[in-house]
């Protein structure tokens, strides 16, 4: 069975404080991984797609990155309009054409004090 | 345009009525997704649609109907939910294929 471990839950940083959240993936055949943020009571915001391991997106003071096993989403020197959920998603390899099905991860929480 | 509308934000319905949900994009993606999220969970796929064809049906109840009139709109009818439904449905859409979902803003039903 597909599974998605995201850690910590929860994150609490200083301004400028940097730090990485890490999502885990067991997956039988991985198509794409990709990482989500979310305000409360709003729909996730895409942020990143990584196919292969070694890959690297960035965007602003976000930078994830792909391993076989794990991703990162390092953040660098945070600011508090930062603070949200961030998701990570995986796409496994499916046989059956069956559309596009992500599984997720519960999330990590994370909160930049000023 | 890269939106995904949801209608309405927020719906509060008795467990009696019969209500529906309504998205809408324009982005030419072929296949869109409804889910479901409770409150610090992450979201639970109900459905997908694909090229207007019901491909997913991830064992949601009867009480929960999809419908996709064209490749544009795709609603969610509610008839006899229960209290436990309450939660913010999301709805997403994509190209066809291993590439990312765009989601909406959601819509916060509660049932009472």
């Known amino acids: 069975e597909d599974q998605v471990t995201q850690s910590p839950e929860a994150l609490r940083l200083q301004e400028g404080e940097s730090s990485s959240l890490n999502c885990s993936y067991t997956?039988?055949?991985?198509?794409?991984l990709f990482w989500y943020r979310q305000d409360p009571g709003k729909g996730p915001e895409f942020l990143f797609t990584?196919?292969?391991a070694g890959e690297e997106k960035e965007k602003e003071r976000l930078k994830a990155t792909l391993t076989k096993k794990e991703s990162f989403l390092h953040i660098t020197a945070p600011k508090p309009e930062d603070s949200a959920t961030y998701l990570c998603?995986?796409?496994?390899?499916?046989?059956?054409?069956?559309?596009?099905?992500?599984?997720f991860g519960g999330g990590t929480r994370l909160m930049v004090k000023p | 345009d890269t939106e995904v509308t949801q209608t309405p934000k927020h719906l509060v319905m008795g467990m009696t009525n019969k209500k529906s949900l309504k998205c809408e994009q324009h982005?030419?993606?072929?296949?869109m997704y409804w889910y479901k999220q409770k409150a610090k969970k992450p979201p639970e796929l109900m459905f997908v649609?694909?090229?207007?064809?019901?491909?997913i049906n991830e064992s949601v109840p009867s009480r929960f109907s999809p419908e996709c009139p064209n490749s544009s709109l795709l609603n969610l009818h509610l008839h006899a939910l229960q209290p436990e439904d309450s939660a913010l449905y999301l709805c997403?859409?994509?190209?066809?294929?291993?590439?990312?979902?765009?989601f909406g803003p959601g819509t916060r039903l509660t049932v009472l």
């Open positions: 649609y694909s090229y207007e064809k019901l491909s």
């Open positions: 997956v039988s055949g991985l198509r794409g």
């Open positions: 990584l196919y292969s």
């Open positions: 997403a859409s994509s190209q066809t294929g291993f590439v990312e979902q765009f």
């Open positions: 982005m030419g993606h072929r296949a």
């Open positions: 998603a995986v796409q496994p390899f499916l046989n059956n054409n069956a559309g596009n099905m992500l599984t």
